[in-house]
């Protein structure tokens, strides 16, 4: 019976939470913008601190938040610092949390400022979970510059991930030689189809899509594939051999069995750090090729960014939005 009559205050409680007016405020304003005073240091500065939208998100998309948001913040005269250690987020452990910034695992802190910093002090913005402009300035030349310096003054890489990076395009983009560049999305974008997400194109698509612009374009002594799905890596290998560039990064099925990747955990130490290193190396190998052919993705944003809108020729797929 006592266990009963605990289930039964459960269930009661949670409804309570779910339809209660008050609970949605509170909700609202967790996720809102709003003030907070942590202490009386810096009195004379206002912080923004940018927190996470999602515990799902991937680093790209983090990468493009985080842009946005610091934009935001000069824009309104405060210092932007980024707290990825006391929220939830893709690339922390349940036990790392409060305890490791994994925004600092990959960057710099936009400025001098930090999280302990912040967590001192009396005038503090903690910013809203909201996502921004979306992708749409994938083709936006101004849109592109803009944040193109952006990131090259507030959102550096830190030394160890630099050279990593820099080791990895060394090793795999042969010098001299022009190279296209192919961003293939799929596993939970193909198979779960996010809603309001961009559509991605399917392997063949690619294919074509790839033999099409390369006619088109001219000559190519190599493609890059920077992609997550195994299928679209076989049919990629298949097709191209030995003029085919890869990464060699953690696969994934192509259906992911109903699970986000940021559900699925690789059997090997630091999986969540190695995972986002792995990707910031496809994207910035992406950001060095001749050429680009991307969906519109948050990856495919990330590489045009970072590369200034420099490419000899750029395709975007725009198939419309899931619903």
């Avoid at 269930?11 to 996720?31: G, Q």
């Avoid at 934009?71 to 036990?95: F, T």
């Avoid at 490791?100 to 967590?119: H, L, M």
């Avoid at 310096?149 to 795999?172: F, M, P, R």
């Amino acid at each position: 019976m006592a266990f009963q009559k605990r289930n039964y205050c459960k269930i009661i409680v949670n409804r309570l939470k779910r339809y209660s007016r008050l609970y949605r405020y509170y909700v609202r304003y967790r996720t809102s913008e709003h003030k907070r005073c942590f202490g009386n240091k810096n009195p004379n500065q206002t912080f923004y601190l940018i927190r996470p939208s999602s515990d799902r998100a991937g680093l790209m998309s983090i990468h493009n938040y985080v842009a946005w948001k610091i934009r935001y913040a000069l824009e309104q005269g405060y210092i932007p610092v980024v707290d990825y250690k006391n929220y939830p987020n893709m690339y922390l452990e349940k036990n790392e949390i409060g305890k490791i910034n994994s925004w600092e695992y990959y960057f710099k802190q936009p400025t001098c400022w930090g999280v302990a910093d912040v967590r001192r002090s009396r005038h503090v913005i903690i910013c809203d979970c909201h996502l921004c402009a979306g992708y749409s300035g994938m083709d936006d030349k101004g849109e592109i510059k803009l944040f193109h310096n952006l990131i090259k003054q507030y959102i550096q890489l830190n030394k160890e991930t630099e050279k990593y990076i820099s080791d990895v395009c060394k090793a795999l983009l042969p010098e001299n030689s022009k190279v296209l560049g192919v961003l293939g999305r799929g596993t939970d974008y193909a198979s779960l189809h996010p809603y309001k997400h961009a559509i991605v194109p399917s392997e063949q698509q690619l294919i074509d899509k790839v033999n099409e612009l390369m006619h088109e374009w001219g000559g190519f002594d190599y493609i890059y594939l920077a992609t997550e799905d195994h299928s679209i890596y076989q049919v990629f290998k298949k097709e191209y051999g030995n003029s085919l560039i890869f990464h060699n990064t953690v696969l994934y099925e192509h259906d992911t069995k109903g699970k986000y990747l940021a559900n699925i955990k690789n059997d090997r130490k630091n999986d969540r750090y190695l995972r986002g290193l792995e990707y910031l190396a496809n994207i910035y190998l992406l950001a060095k090729c001749d050429s680009i052919i991307t969906p519109v993705v948050g990856g495919g944003l990330g590489a045009i960014r970072i590369n200034g809108n420099e490419y000899r020729n750029k395709y975007i797929f725009d198939l419309g939005e899931y619903i």
